[in-house]
């Protein structure tokens, strides 16, 4: 079992950036792939971006060029780096680990406003 917390959000102005992180609660090593999503009131929960434990990353086509995700195996947390940032970023963002073979796990979020 494994706890993550994210944090970071905020309101950011159109066009700021914004650093979030998931922090777990024991190591990160074994966790296979881990992920941001996130859910806009009203709307279905999103895929943001993915990375495994190689390092190799997955983008949804709203925040490619835009976003970028990483991972610190040392420091135990995943992070999500969100320039040039737009009101349609506006949502609760989730990160979620899963462990192949193993468990999912996921946090309760962090919120991203994005206004003027």
């Known amino acids: 079992q494994v706890l993550l917390v994210e944090s970071g959000g905020g309101l950011v102005q159109p066009g700021g950036s914004l650093r979030l992180s998931c922090a777990a609660s024991?190591?990160?090593?074994?966790?296979?792939?881990m992920r941001w999503y996130r859910q806009a009131p009203g709307n279905q929960r999103e895929f943001i971006a993915a990375?495994?434990?190689?390092?190799?990353?997955n983008y949804a086509d709203s925040v490619k060029g835009r976003f970028t995700i990483s991972r610190d195996n040392a420091k135990n947390t995943m992070y999500l780096q969100m320039n040039n940032v737009k009101p349609e970023d506006t949502a609760v963002y989730l990160c979620?680990?899963?462990?192949?073979?193993?468990?999912?796990?996921w946090g309760k979020g962090t919120l991203v406003t994005v206004s003027s």
């Open positions: 990375i495994t434990s190689g390092g190799t990353t």
């Open positions: 979620n680990g899963q462990e192949i073979p193993g468990g999912t796990y």
């Open positions: 024991r190591s990160i090593f074994s966790i296979n792939i």
